[in-house]
């Protein structure tokens, strides 16, 4: 086994070592800090590399021909198997299904075994911090047979409330559902007391452990648990491949999810279809063979490595970052106390988080701000969202300090800009020609070079655009993106003409909404419908940074527009 350095595993990363940089300083031009792995992580060169072998030298369908080369990728394809049941202490390859990440392995579950166990007002035990994988899926399966579901509460440091859970706990209860670790509060359930105490009235278990497995070992033969869940792609492994660990009795006791070639054993028309044995009654179709080697490589590259230094070296950095965090007054952390896994949660006093994360963005560094799919943790701790930093092994303390120092400019007040873009998109008295206001801002925004530079005087646009009175900031106006809140007003004149009034509660998107207006603003129906919004983005360089998947409000602003004028 390899001892554990820091700059030598950083070094294996290819994204990480062409797009980050070993000096990093505020003033220089961004280069990556990666701190979102706990969204995903990034690939060492070998499991990238693993995807041409496989697809060069040995590409073929697994279990299913006589031929050599199906016999190679079955034999590799099964080892990886093999490897996963190590890697997690299962008793036998048959406990280990292969899935495309956690929430399908939730959904096989919750599907399968829920329609087998759950009738009319059973109950079961969901915790508040749940990812939407861990509750969706449990309660559309509640939905269908009238099973009722009972919300587990956390104590004061953001775990599970073991006397809440003796209270909810009972005969009635039939499954319980916990994360090994939240992915935003990223403290260490005691599952193992939740466990047996599941295990005393006859309830079935049901782990979360896509934050858990890349920090440090699981032993589900230990823990006792009926059902282990986690992801490749948040350990170094790709994306598209998941592991559902399961008790083999259980798993035997329960119907297929999916059907199709592989999970069967006799099909026929004239007597009932059979199933395959375990693990491929529950591997219909042809699977993620690429991605399982992949996976497979992830786990060889990772056990290379004491854990135990690993995990002391990512707690290292979450206490340094943590610490640096705490010394900034406005930061405000979602529970006390530092995490178990290099994931922290806070959020800025006075700041909304979406302008925090695109502002940390403009610096090159990549943290998620939102509800990280956990609203009802969100609404529990009465917040609309907080930022997250999670970082990974090679992750280092030098990258923590850049994000602190670029923090603290951030929220530095802002200085009054002189040479500020001024455009009067929304006031009454002076209105622009829209094609004059929106040619200004090309020609302004076009002179300033970089995102970094161009986010600034976004920001900056968003101080002229008129805040929409309180009253009219309703669910009436409303248009949510992910991250943030906008609200759309229009009236139409007696010629036809549109005006509108947008705001947002993130100053980001009210610098957007300014451009957005200088384009559509005071128009008609047919000039607002004719305005050619992408090409008018991507002439000012602003494209690539509104994800239409995400949502971030500007987009629904305009598709609103469109919409009231169609
Ligand atoms: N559970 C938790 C705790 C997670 O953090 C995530 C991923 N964010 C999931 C479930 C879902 O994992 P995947 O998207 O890989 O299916």
């Known amino acids: 086994m390899k001892s554990f350095e820091p700059e030598q595993f950083r070094r294996l990363f290819p994204l990480i070592v062409s797009n980050g940089a070993s000096n990093l300083s505020v003033d220089k031009a961004p280069s990556l800090v990666y701190f979102d792995n706990a ?71 919750a599907s399968s075994l829920g329609q087998r166990v759950l009738s009319s007002g059973d109950e079961l035990i969901i915790t508040v911090s749940e990812h939407h994988a861990n509750i969706v899926p449990w ?17 004061k440091n953001g775990r599970v409330d073991l006397s809440d859970f003796d209270a909810l706990l009972s005969h009635r209860t039939k499954i319980v559902c916990c994360a090994h670790l939240s992915n935003v509060i990223a403290k260490i359930n005691p599952i193992d007391v939740l466990i047996a105490k599941a295990k005393a009235v006859g309830a079935i278990t049901v782990i979360d452990g896509a934050q858990a497995v890349a920090h440090f070992p699981v032993d589900v033969q230990k823990l006792n648990c009926d059902f282990y869940l986690f992801s490749a792609h948040k350990m170094y492994g790709p994306t598209g491949v998941g592991v559902l ?74 206490h340094y970052c943590y610490q640096a965090l705490a010394n900034i007054s406005s930061v405000q952390f979602i529970v006390e106390q530092v995490a178990d896994i290099p994931v922290i949660s806070f959020t800025i006093k006075g700041h909304h988080n979406h302008d925090i994360a695109t502002s940390l963005n403009s610096y090159g560094i990549a943290i998620r701000s939102g509800h990280h799919c956990a609203m009802p943790l ?71 070079k970089g995102w970094d530079a161009r986010h600034r005087e976004i920001m900056l646009l968003g101080k002229q655009l008129p805040r929409l009175d309180k009253t009219k900031r309703n669910d009436h106006t409303l248009i949510s993106g992910c991250e943030s809140l906008a609200w759309l007003m229009a009236s139409k004149n007696s010629q036809g003409v549109y005006h509108f009034h947008a705001d947002s509660d993130a100053k980001v998107i009210r610098g957007l909404l300014v451009i957005v207006l200088a384009a559509l603003n005071d128009k008609t129906a047919v000039q607002i419908q004719s305005f050619d919004i992408d090409a008018y983005f991507s002439r000012l360089g602003l494209l690539q940074h509104l994800s239409p998947s995400r949502g971030n409000g500007v987009l629904a602003i305009v598709e609103k527009i469109k919409e009231i004028t169609e």
């Open 39 to 109: 969204a995903t992580t990034q690939k060492p060169a070998c499991v990238i590399d693993c995807y041409r072998h496989y697809y060069q030298n040995f590409n073929a369908n697994v279990h299913r021909a006589s031929h050599n080369l199906s016999a190679k990728a079955t034999t590799a394809f099964e080892q990886a198997r093999e490897q996963v049941k190590h890697f997690i202490n299962a008793r036998s390859i048959k406990e280990i299904i292969w899935s495309k990440g956690t929430t399908e392995s939730i959904n096989l579950i």
């Open 139 to 155: 309660q559309l399966i509640a939905a269908k047979t009238g099973a009722v579901i009972k919300v587990l509460t956390l104590d």
């Open 245 to 318: 660990y399961g008790k083999q009795l259980l798993l035997e006791s329960m119907p297929p999810y999916q059907a199709g070639g592989e999970m069967i054993e006799k099909v026929s028309f004239n007597e009932a279809t059979t199933f395959n044995a375990l693990p491929f009654k529950f591997e219909a179709g042809t699977p993620n063979i690429a991605g399982v080697l992949a996976f497979s490589e992830a786990l060889t590259f990772l056990s290379q490595y004491s854990t135990a230094q690993m995990r002391d070296y990512e707690l290292q950095l979450t």
């Open 378 to 448: 969100m609404e529990y701790l009465q917040i609309s969202g907080c930022l997250r930093v999670s970082m990974a092994a090679y992750n280092t303390i030098a990258e923590v300090d850049y994000f602190i120092r670029c923090l603290i400019k951030i929220l530095e007040p802002e200085s009054t800009d002189s040479d500020q873009i001024s455009v009067k998109t929304n006031s009454a008295e002076k209105r622009h020609s829209n094609s004059e206001a929106s040619t200004e801002i090309i020609a302004k925004l076009s002179q300033v």
